[in-house]
T-cell receptor, first 116, second 112 residues
Framework: DAMVIQNPRYQVTQFGKPVTLSCSQT?????MYWYQQKSSQAPKLLFH???????NEADTPDNFQSRRPNTSFCFLDIRSPGLGDAAMYLC???????????????FGSGTQLSVL | KQEVTQIPAALSVPEGENLVLNCSFT??????LQWFRQDPGKGLTSLLL?????REQTSGRLNASLDKSSGRSTLYIAASQPGDSATYLC???????????FGAGTTVTVRA
């Protein structure tokens, strides 16, 4: 089945140790998003790509970086994780400008990041 | 900035009762609105998408309505079942924007 896959499912890192989360999609969607979600809170958009165009949210810390080497893959790099970065990280895709049901967001299962 | 609010934050009902979940948003210049379901520790699953020109969408036991002028959407789940227990989030996409603004969700518990 076409889907959005995130790896790893759980990630434990040490304070200040760089970590990379990955996302792949087989839907051929043109937009990919990274969201951060903390317990009982709304998902918070960190950045998104429209094709290769990168769009950073104004309040996303510089500690967070992203790469999209091709349509199928997208990476989230946290350069120096702090305790406050412990959260669920969600990748999502969408085919915008296609209209109607095709513009639904499809999410991966998420990566739960713990910082020790 | 678009603000999305979902009240109540939590809801518990007996099996068989109809569920009514509310979503309000501050900027009525929207492109579409989506309702999602999230199970504990999992990603989000899209349930229904309503275009700004539509008044409602239906899928099985789910029906979502949209009143753009008043900035409100309601998700109805008929004849609730224990398997409907989850957190339900709404998200709004503004015109000329690819980003969605999410509410914090309503956590539903359906008691057997």
């Amino acid at each position: 089945d076409a889907m959005v896959i995130q790896n790893p499912r759980y990630q434990v890192t040490q304070f200040g140790k760089p970590v990379t989360l990955s996302c792949s999609q087989t839907l051929n969607h043109n937009v990919m998003y990274w969201y951060q979600q903390k317990s009982s809170q709304a998902p918070k958009l960190l950045f998104h790509y429209y094709d290769k165009d990168f769009n950073n949210e104004a309040d996303t810390p510089d500690n967070f970086q992203s790469r999209r080497p091709n349509t199928s893959f997208c990476f989230l790099d946290i350069r120096s994780p702090g305790l406050g970065d412990a959260a669920m990280y969600l990748c999502a895709t969408s085919r915008v400008l296609s209209g109607g049901e095709n513009e639904k967001l499809f999410f991966g299962s998420g990566t739960q990041l713990s910082v020790l | 900035k678009q603000e999305v609010t979902q009240i109540p934050a939590a809801l518990s009902v007996p099996e068989g009762e109809n569920l009514v979940l509310n979503c309000s948003f501050t900027d009525s210049a929207i492109y579409n609105l989506q309702w999602f379901r999230q199970d504990p520790g999992k990603g989000l699953t899209s349930l229904l998408l309503i275009q700004s020109s539509q008044r409602e969408q239906t899928s099985g036991r789910l029906n979502a309505s949209l009143d753009k002028s008043s900035g409100r959407s309601t998700l109805y789940i008929a004849a609730s079942q224990p398997g409907d227990s989850a957190t339900y989030l709404c998200a709004v996409r503004r015109l000329n924007d690819y980003k969605l603004s999410f509410g914090a969700g309503t956590t539903v518990t359906v008691r057997a």
